[in-house]
C-alpha cells in the first residue's frame, strides 16, 4: 500500500467525493491527464475509500456523500458490492472456527465458491459495461468523465477494417486505454505515439506498466472520428502496433 501524506490522501479522497473546487479540480485532472503513475495513485487511494466504507470506518457525512456518488453509478457500485461480499466471507470463516475440522474445510469450501461466484458475476458485469463503454468516475460538471478500453496486438486496418471500435460519449475527458502486452516485460515506463493515415502523430506519451498491460491515458478532445494506429514504443524501439477506429 502506498503511503501518502494526509493532505495529498484527503485531497484526492475529495475529489472522488466531488467537493472539490472548479480550480483545484482542473489542477488534480491535469496531473490525471499526464502522469499514468498519478492516476493509478488515484486508483489505490479509491480501493482504500471503498474498503474504509464497507467496513463502515467512514463518519456519517462522508458515508452519506459516498453513497451519493458511488451508489447510484453501475461500474463503481459494483466495486463496492464486489469488496462487501469477500469481506463477509471472511467473516463468516472466521465465525466457523468453533466447528471441527472438517465442518470448517466444507464450510471454508462453501463460503469461497458462493464469493467466487459473487466476484464472477461483478466482473462480468463490469466486462459488459466496459464494452459499452464504463464510466470510471461520475461525469457530471464538476469531475472529469473517463472510458476505458482494452485493445489487443497486431490486428491491421486491412484485418479489422480499422480495428476494435471505440465510442466516445459526448462530455468524456479522458480516455484510458489499456494495451494488451504480446510478451512478458519488465520494462518500467513505455511510450506511445497515435496517429492517422493523414496525421502520424496525433499525440504522443507515456504509458506505465499494469501486470501483462501498458496503461496510458489519453485526452478524448484529441481523438476525432476516424481510423488510428497506436504504436507502443520501449527504450526507442517498437514492441507493438494496436489499430482502433473512433465513433462519437
Avoid at 502506498?2 to 493532505?7: D, G, Q, R, Y
Avoid at 480501493?47 to 456519517?60: A, M, Q, T
Avoid at 476505458?148 to 497486431?154: A, I, Q
Amino acid at each position: 500500500m502506498v503511503i501518502l501524506p494526509a493532505e495529498n490522501e484527503e485531497r484526492i479522497v475529495r475529489y472522488l467525493l466531488d467537493e472539490m473546487g472548479e480550480e483545484e479540480r482542473l489542477q488534480l485532472e491535469d496531473r490525471l491527464f499526464h502522469e499514468p503513475e498519478f492516476f493509478e495513485l488515484v486508483h489505490s487511494v479509491e480501493d482504500e475509500l471503498i474498503l474504509k466504507f464497507v467496513r463502515g470506518d467512514l463518519e456519517s457525512q462522508p458515508a452519506a456523500r459516498f453513497s451519493e456518488v458511488y451508489m447510484n453509478e453501475p461500474a463503481k457500485r459494483a466495486r463496492v458490492e464486489s469488496a462487501r461480499a469477500w469481506r463477509q466471507a471472511a467473516g463468516e470463516v472466521a465465525a466457523a472456527s468453533r466447528f471441527s475440522p472438517a465442518a470448517r474445510l466444507w464450510f471454508r469450501l462453501s463460503v469461497y465458491a458462493t464469493a467466487a461466484v459473487i466476484l464472477f458475476a461483478v466482473l462480468v458485469l463490469l466486462q459488459l459495461q466496459r464494452k459499452q463503454p464504463v464510466h470510471q468516475f461520475v461525469p457530471t460538471s464538476e469531475t472529469a468523465s473517463f472510458v476505458t478500453f482494452v485493445l489487443e496486438p497486431g490486428l491491421t486496418r486491412s484485418e479489422g477494417g480499422g480495428g476494435v471500435e471505440i465510442k466516445v460519449p459526448p462530455g468524456t475527458d479522458l480516455v484510458r486505454l489499456e494495451l494488451a502486452l504480446p510478451y512478458p516485460s519488465k520494462v518500467p515506463t513505455y511510450h506511445v505515439v497515435v496517429g492517422t493515415p493523414e496525421r502520424p502523430a496525433v499525440w504522443d506519451g507515456a504509458a506505465s506498466p499494469n501486470n501483462a498491460m501498458a496503461v496510458v491515458n489519453m485526452p478524448a478532445k484529441v481523438l476525432l472520428a476516424g481510423d488510428y494506429a497506436l504504436e507502443l514504443q520501449a527504450n526507442g524501439k517498437e514492441v507493438a502496433t494496436y489499430c482502433f477506429r473512433v465513433a462519437k
